[in-house]
């Protein structure tokens, strides 16, 4: 294997399961106060994106990179969304700053 | 410009300006609470690794698009860092949570 494509493996690699310790951090911790809404839908948005970008092109390690990702930010979104109405159930259904 | 490039475009702006909200949001709020330092470190170095391969490739589309994300995704690590550093300060010392 080149350089390069060890290059291209570490970068893949690192920006697809960067994520996980974001994940396990809430998991942990159920905090998301400091946590983007905004960030995790667009960036969502964008990886499925990716998504149907590798298929057309039939190109399975972006596919496989970007479902990791996809899973990933979704998952935070998602246990950021769930945690936020938690917080407004119990302020009595106050509207949280999402 | 088929539609092929134009979900590509769409994905890579996504995946770069996403990270412009969560930079936003701790500029406005100072909440860095629940952002995990690991995931950001993970994330910069990867993307960085990213930059070398576009620059090994001479792509300049992906050299650009992720300069973008390695500037966001470090600032977003440095003010994360820094937060954390200055309530160890007002805590006399504590080791915060990092």
């Given at each position: 294997?080149?350089?390069?494509?060890?290059?291209?493996?570490?970068?893949?690699?690192?920006?697809?399961?960067?994520f996980?310790?974001?994940?396990?951090?809430?998991?942990?911790?159920?905090?998301?106060?400091?946590?983007?809404?905004?960030m995790y839908s667009i960036l969502t948005f964008g990886v499925?994106?990716?998504?149907?970008?590798?298929?057309?092109?039939?190109?399975?390690?972006?596919?496989?990179?970007?479902?990791?990702t996809?899973?990933?930010s979704s998952?935070v979104l998602?246990?950021?969304?769930?945690?936020?109405?938690?917080?407004?159930?119990?302020?009595?259904?106050?509207?949280?700053?999402?």
């Open positions: 294997m080149d350089n390069t494509t060890l290059i291209g493996m570490i970068a893949a690699v690192c920006t697809t399961a960067a996980v310790p974001q994940v396990l951090q809430i998991l942990k911790s159920g905090n998301v106060d400091g946590i983007s809404v905004a499925a994106m990716w998504l149907v970008y590798g298929i057309i092109l039939q190109d399975l390690p972006m596919f496989l990179a970007n479902l990791v996809f899973l990933l998952s998602a246990l950021t969304l769930r945690k936020r109405f938690q917080n407004r159930r119990n302020l009595g259904g106050a509207v949280p700053h999402i």
